[in-house]
């Protein structure tokens, strides 16, 4: 694209010299002495009309031939300055401050506390502490499983919070970005940059979608951390019942002493 204003230069130019030089040969026909005038007597020149008129036609044909040629060179320049304006690149891009956003939103999912957004990092972590409880887990067991599920509770609510409000900080960026991409789609000279700005355009909601898809997903997190939470936790109650609710040994009556 960066060539194609010198060509277009250098093709202008040519047509140009073209013009200048194709001109003067055209038109010396009609400065020429008529073909078939001829002396009289007495070394006087005789008019012939019939003569005179066709050379009268044949410069006003010659004439009309230049004039279909300027015009056609003109037409020729005029198209090449559409293709040179067609060809222009935008200048301006919105590439970088769009992938920055992105970073930062990616960042602050990396950083999900505890249950990190990976496959393999959820089932481990649901094994150990959301998995099958047993009746012969310890009462300290079943104190430190059900606040190690809190803290990961609170943590998912914590980390959706914080994509909220990076995609919350998000906004005035892309405003800016919209603004300016807008401005340049509407004074765009040529169909590359108004397809560049358009392309930008939708680059900009691409990147709005996926800062939704970010927040739906920290939240739908921090939501199925509370449900896991809240179903272990009952089958944990069961569990403490029945074993308050088991029978044992009964009383067994024994000594006491009292009141040195």
């Not at 094994?127 to 998912?156: C, F, H, M, P």
């Not at 959706?160 to 892309?174: E, W």
């Not at 509370?226 to 179903?231: M, S």
């Amino acid at each position: 694209m960066t060539r194609a204003i010198p060509r277009f230069t250098r093709m202008v130019s040519t047509l140009a010299l073209a013009l200048a030089l194709a001109a003067p040969p055209a038109l010396a026909p009609v400065f020429t002495t008529p073909a078939h005038a001829f002396f009289g007597g007495f070394g006087r020149i005789v008019y012939d009309p019939t003569n005179h008129a066709e050379n009268l036609l044949t410069a006003a044909r010659t004439l009309e031939q230049i004039n279909n040629q300027i015009t056609s060179l003109q037409n020729e320049a005029q198209m090449l300055i559409n293709q040179a304006r067609n060809l222009a690149s935008l200048p301006y891009s919105s590439l970088q401050a769009l992938q920055q956003n992105v970073q930062r939103t990616q960042q602050l999912l990396g950083q999900a506390q505890n249950i990190a957004f990976d496959v393999q990092n959820i089932d481990q972590m649901f094994q150990q502490d959301y998995g099958n409880l047993s009746l012969a887990t310890t009462d300290q067991q079943l104190i430190a499983d059900a606040r190690s599920r809190w803290e990961n509770t609170v943590g998912g609510l914590q980390d959706a919070m914080r994509v909220q409000a990076g995609v919350v900080g998000n906004i005035d960026t892309n405003r800016a970005e919209m603004s300016a991409l807008v401005g340049e789609s509407q004074g765009a000279t040529g169909a590359l940059q108004a397809t560049q700005a358009g392309n930008q355009l939708l680059a900009l909601q691409s990147h709005q979608l996926s800062d939704l898809i970010a927040v739906i997903s920290a939240n739908g997190r921090a939501d199925a951390l509370t449900e896991a939470e809240r179903a272990t936790a009952a089958e944990q109650g069961r569990i403490q019942r029945e074993r308050f609710l088991a029978p044992g040994s009964g009383y067994q009556p024994g000594n006491a002493q009292m009141f040195n």
